[in-house]
């Protein structure tokens, strides 16, 4: 296959986001019909309550939660462009589902990982500029950069910076139908406005693998221990690791391997929290 192309290669070290429209069109009808039966069978929202339409509801990690969507890292589109972007033995880093409620405000994933995370996106409904699509800042992903540097500093205070709203930031739209998947940097700033108070999507997070000196397995203890606000004792669930075949686990061993310290942690965040964490 040639979806992931060096020039689509150079494309996202550029810019920090790549666009498959119509990658999983074929398959799109099963995967929501996956997407929906996860939520059926927790209540239809967050924490087992109804989606109430005013907060976002969330599931993490998601895509564990049914075979159908587990395989998404075992399709040869997927596992092409992610080979492609973080290498052959590539993380799985977890992910999750989302009935999102009202706008998403500028944001990165993280700011200063030095380790690539990519965040693979599916929006479930046809979504345009001013109904929620993702929208993204070309090159704002770039640490060293002075103007990446600015974004950061800035656009989470438009108003008071430039006398504009969020979603007159100057952007990309990507706007999207059912079965197209888009993806980016966990570095980039990003965000979403105009969306229903029901708008589907799931993710796929994955990084490059963790080099296994010191310094490095901490960071990547670290990234597993921010999983404890979502009340998770182990980083994968137990359908992604029943159904996964050689493989997959590739994918899977490096955090398996790291991630003892999370169920303590999980447990004392289900003291402190009322629910677990909607994102
Ligand atoms: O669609 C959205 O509301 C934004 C998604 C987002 O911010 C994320 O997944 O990190």
Redesign the pocket.
């Known amino acids: 296959m040639d979806i992931l192309t060096d020039k689509k290669k150079a494309f996202f070290d550029t810019f920090g986001f790549l666009a498959f429209p119509g990658l999983l069109a074929d398959c799109i009808d099963e995967i929501i019909e996956a997407f929906d039966d996860i939520w059926a069978q927790r209540g239809g929202g967050h924490n087992g309550q109804p989606h109430d339409g005013i907060r976002r509801s969330c599931i993490v990690p998601f895509i564990d939660q049914h075979e159908r969507l587990c395989a998404l890292l075992d399709d040869p589109r997927i596992k092409e462009i992610l080979v492609g972007l973080l290498g052959e033995n590539f993380n799985y880093m977890g992910s ?1 589902g989302n009935y ?1 409620a009202g706008d ?1 405000q500028w ?1 990165s ?1 993280g700011w200063g990982k030095e380790i690539r995370f990519v ?1 693979i ?1 599916l ?1 479930l409904d046809h979504l345009t500029r001013d109904t ?1 699509c ?1 929208r993204v800042i070309p090159g704002s992903h770039h640490l060293k950069d002075q103007y990446a540097n600015n974004v950061e500093n800035t656009v989470r205070k438009s108003h008071e910076q430039w006398d504009i709203h969020g979603p007159d930031v100057p952007a990309l739209a990507l706007e999207t139908n059912p079965g197209d998947v888009v993806l980016f940097n966990h570095n980039l700033k ?3 406005f105009g ?1 229903s108070p029901r ?1 589907r ?1 799931f ?1 796929i997070n994955c990084s490059e693998r963790f080099p296994e000196d010191e310094e490095h397995i901490e960071l990547l203890k670290t990234q597993i221990a921010a999983r404890a606000r979502f009340w998770n004792d182990r980083a994968y669930g137990k359908i992604m690791l029943a159904t996964a075949g050689p493989e997959r686990k590739k994918h899977l061993t490096q955090v398996l391997a790291h991630d003892a310290h999370l169920a303590e942690l999980s447990a004392r965040a289900r003291e402190e929290m009322p629910e677990p964490s909607r994102g």
């Open positions: 999750d999102y998403t944001h994933d965040k996106a929006y929620g993702l990003h965000a979403a969306g708008r999507m993710t």
